[in-house]
């Protein structure tokens, strides 16, 4: 008699029909290590079938058609056909031991992590480059282009040092100390890394353009940004960032970027000295800097920590009271033990005139999506949240129709400016946008609590990298939030966190609370508010 073993106790096994590409129950034949289905919704074992009926040509043939995998167990299977056992059965065991392979396999499938540029919530309307967008990806390169020191060169003359940079045309660093004394420090390449540049510059050598933050003005009517044309502070070569190519591909940043010829120049009033290794190094004009979150981007206390500058060689020290100054000992430059130029998951970085924000791979996997703000949307829609004025019920835009809604269009339709939330900074009540309690200043009387403050439009918040939720579920959508003054909505972490942050303010303007949204400054007494919906009957 047929031993038979009932298919249904076997939760994760799947047949899939040859004859139709739908998933259909059926019988599994164990023939020596091969495997067949019939109808009969029962597991058969082999040694227990007529042994006619299960040749090994057959069976053979049809281990190429079946896609689900076995192993070895029980005395019933055939000792003799290990070479049909090695064809048929992947060694499951070997890629236990290789975890992680599969995804280096492909080289543009590895992602190192994220830049986001800080003031554009999600998008740059005005810009015509692929090279310049809001957030850049950093990916695994197909071919590796990092690069490291190799020699350094004591020149009598840039003559001496261009004759010297023609005969070997790699990349290289040269410090012009005086009219008679030049260094060059000469790179090679650097098979293990990728490099990604970062600067103003429209050349090829450059991956990501970054240009200066517009701030715009926060209006009665909403968020205006202004079309004064300054002189940029950003540097066109600002920086580089070297990512190792195998995991946990830690990246490092550096201060200046090689240009089209694969040079560097630091000229005589750049400030350089002669690290512990005895090479030379030194800073750029505007510098880059950088901080580290005390607690990482998503600790709940996380806060700023101290602002440090980059050297052309990694190096990273502490600022003195100026910007273009770091802080000299008699011994020359000395490094902080305690502070890397290796990025973090929140890492800031600061290029005198844009800041950007690093999201590692890991910290990624964690952030809301955009489909979890789209959802957060749909839940205020879903309340019905009314004007106390007006009377009619608000409409919160979706994340993917519009950024901010004109209040001068026409008021004939549903997405009417009447319609349109706006706040009471003050306090926190959520209104439509409507003429009552004007007063001098912009500033309206809450008919509600008769607070007098802001009366600014509700924006969403729409990049995701910038948020510090990590729980992220329907279940747990976050009550909003918003900035001061603004008015962009976000989680109560999320404006928390931003809160105590503080980001460089051009060369010498200090240090301030930011919305990372717009980049406006925020309120130093009260930065964040609590939004107050009065619900639908």
Known sequence: MT???DLQNISKLKIRSRSSSREKPGTLFVTNSIVRANSNNKLLHSD????????????????????????????????????INNIIYPKLKA????????RRMNATSIKYGELVVLGYNGSISNSNSPRRKSKFMLKRRDLPNGVKPASQHFVQSSQEADNLIQKHPNHSVTYTLSRNQTVVVQYSSDEKTDMFQIGRSSESAIDFIVL??????????????????????????S???????????????????????????????????????????????NGVLIMHPTSGFTGVESKSSEWMEVSVGGAVFSLSETRLTPMLSKSGH?????????????????LCGATLLWRSIEGLQRTPTKHYLDMNLEYLNQLRPQCPVGLKT?????????????????????????????????????????????????????????????????VMGLEPSLFTDTDINIANLFKPY?????????????CKYWSRILVPQGTAQGLCSICPFCAVTLCKEQPFVKLIFQEGV
């Open 48 to 83: 227990e079938l007529n042994p006619s009926t299960s040749t090994s040509a057959s069976s053979a043939s049809y281990s190429t058609s079946t896609s689900s995998s076995f192993t070895d167990s029980g005395p019933n299977l055939d000792t003799n056909n290990n070479n």
């Open 239 to 285: 920086c580089r960032i070297i990512v190792d190519r195998e995991y946990p591909y830690t990246a490092r940043i550096y201060a200046a970027g090689f240009d089209a010829s694969k040079r560097i120049f630091l000229g005589e009033k750049a400030t350089k000295w002669t690290n512990e290794k005895n090479e030379l190094d030194g800073v750029t004009t």
């Open 482 to 494: 918003a900035f001061k003054p603004c008015g962009h909505m976000a989680s109560e972490k999320t």
């Open 394 to 458: 608000l409409i919160f835009a979706s994340a993917g129709v519009s950024n901010q809604f004109d209040l001068s269009a026409s008021t004939s339709s549903l997405n009417s400016s009447d319609r349109v939330p706006m706040v009471y900074l003050k306090c926190g009540h959520v209104h439509g946008n409507h003429d009552w309690g004007i007063k001098k200043d912009n500033e309206r009387e809450c008919p509600l609590c008769r607070k007098v403050g802001p009366y600014v439009q509700l």
């Open 212 to 237: 200066d933050t517009q701030v715009p003005q926060v209006t009665s009517s909403g968020l205006k940004t202004t079309n004064q044309h300054q002189q940029s502070t950003i540097s066109r070569f």
């Open 95 to 102: 890629v236990d031991q290789k975890e992680g392979e599969t």
């Open 3 to 5: 031993k038979t073993i």
């Open 334 to 350: 000395i490094s902080n033990p305690n502070k890397s130029n290796i990025l973090r998951d929140g890492t800031l970085i600061d």
